[in-house]
């Protein structure tokens, strides 16, 4: 074979070979590998199960132990206890709400600081003379609720309610979702107090306004832990200065070591109500009245456990008012009213 040949039948077979390997190489390219497939067959991220009342577990492990009521107790001819079946669902609650991510905000506006609400076209007067909405809540120390729609006020929130922001807290009027009450509205940004967002609501005050009790409690792992269990006076119904305890879910607001009252319809001082937690509006869990500005702390009341009789407030022995005082955290605890 001459030398041309050769040369001719080499460059064919070198040909040839790159052919086969360009062949292979698309080949390769268009079949990924399998870790390469993963968008394509990976499963979505499973929303988590909702909670339910038979899923709380609930344990006594009392951090406060004065005064300590049984789940059951006798009170007059009757039987009064803690409502732990309501309890669970409300703290199934809780739980739910808190598994979705969100930017969380507290509705305020005590002694209308943020200003009076606008008055809404549908009110109605209640038994103190006051304008509300067809919810019983009162215009005043409440926040306006815009209808998104019309940009027009529909109803009232009541101070100390959670909401969901559900646009940018940059806007004159925010977006907001009620997590305390049901609906989607914008809210003028003065009447909100924002949370940070690592928020964890593990502490839980449940005031019974019906058996006149309260439990404190608080999560740990996976259990609520009950960590006292007393006796309360909320507050009662009696124009034009008294007025019930409202029921829901509330955010812990505000302290006051000594939260100081007027006499009714004046603005003399008359006493005060030592170690005060804000919840709503003028709403405190507190201790013993002082009916004298300057007199000493009292420490209980037999008055307690029986009938409503404050003016909005959850009065407490003096000592268990200092427990929820130090454990209650401001924008970080809620007080929950149940009936």
């Given at each position: 074979m001459n030398k041309g040949l050769t040369?001719?039948?080499?460059?064919?077979?070198?040909?040839?070979?790159?052919?086969?390997?360009?062949?292979?190489?698309?080949?390769q390219e268009e079949r990924p590998p399998k870790h390469q497939e993963a968008p394509h067959t990976k499963k979505q991220e499973e929303k988590p199960k909702p909670v339910t009342a038979d899923d709380i577990v609930i344990k006594k492990d009392l951090l406060y132990?004065?005064?300590?009521?049984?789940?059951?107790?006798?009170?007059?001819?009757?039987?009064?206890?803690?409502?732990?079946?309501?309890i669970k669902e409300q703290l199934a609650f809780v739980e739910n709400f808190q598994q979705t991510p969100s930017r969380y905000a507290v509705l305020q506006n005590y002694q209308n600081e943020q200003g009076e609400a606008?008055?809404?076209?549908?009110?109605?007067?209640?038994?103190?003379?006051?304008?509300?909405?067809?919810?019983?809540?009162?215009?005043?120390?409440?926040?306006?609720?815009?209808?998104?729609?019309?940009?027009?006020?529909?109803?009232?929130?009541?101070?100390?309610?959670?909401?969901?922001?559900?646009?940018?807290?940059?806007?004159?009027?925010?977006?907001?979702?009620?997590?305390?009450?049901?609906?989607?509205?914008?809210?003028?940004k003065r009447y909100l107090r924002l949370i940070r967002d690592s928020v964890q609501f593990n502490i839980i005050n449940v005031v019974d306004v019906k058996n006149q009790n309260i439990c404190t409690l608080e999560k740990v792992d996976r259990e609520w832990l009950v960590r006292s269990m007393n006796p309360i006076t909320s507050g009662r119904h009696k124009p034009p200065h008294a007025q019930e305890t409202p029921t829901g879910l509330f955010v812990v607001q505000e302290h006051k070591s000594k939260m100081f009252y007027y006499e009714d319809g004046t603005r003399t001082y008359a006493g005060f109500a030592p170690y005060a937690t804000r919840f709503t509006a003028g709403a405190y869990i507190h201790g013993v009245p002082v009916n004298n500005p300057s007199g000493s702390i009292i420490e209980y009341s037999e008055s307690l456990g029986t009938t409503p009789k404050s003016h909005m407030c959850v009065r407490n022995a003096s000592s268990h008012a200092q427990f929820v005082y130090k454990r209650s955290k401001d924008l970080s605890s809620l007080v929950i009213v149940i009936d």
């Open positions: 040369c001719l039948v080499f460059s064919l077979l070198v040909l040839s070979l790159g052919c086969q390997q360009e062949k292979k190489s698309t080949v132990k004065k005064y300590t009521l049984e789940d059951t107790y006798p009170y007059k001819d009757t039987t009064r206890g803690f409502q732990w079946d309501k606008p008055t809404i076209k549908d009110f109605k007067r209640d038994a103190y003379k006051r304008v509300a909405d067809s919810f019983n809540v009162a215009r005043y120390q409440a926040a306006p609720l815009y209808d998104p729609a019309t940009d027009k006020p529909v109803r009232y929130g009541r101070d100390g309610w959670l909401v969901r922001l559900k646009g940018a807290d940059t806007l004159a009027r925010i977006p907001i979702a009620g997590v305390s009450f049901d609906g989607k509205y914008t809210i003028p």
